[in-house]
């Protein structure tokens, strides 16, 4: 969220919120059992936030590919 967009890999992006949608879906499970409410709170919280962000994926992996040339955005600068 902080880095220049254009260092940004869209593909280790797309990765890493897949795996922690993955991570988080298990970490849920297993708390639902056990007599830890809070963190099971903050793991749903997680969950929810990468949940939030998971729809922009595609927009930033479409925007990021190399079709997309310096030539795209010359009217930014």
């Given at each position: ?38 963190i ?23 925007l ?14």
């Amino acid at each position: 969220m902080n880095d220049p967009f254009d260092e940004v890999d869209a593909s280790s992006v797309e990765e890493t919120v897949d795996n922690a949608i993955k991570a988080m879906v298990s970490v849920i499970r297993f708390f639902k059992d056990k007599e830890l409410p809070l963190i099971l709170k903050i793991a749903e919280q997680i969950k929810a936030d990468v949940d939030l962000f998971k729809p922009w994926v595609p927009i930033l992996t479409s925007l990021r590919t190399d079709g997309m040339k310096d030539r795209h955005w010359d009217m930014l600068t």
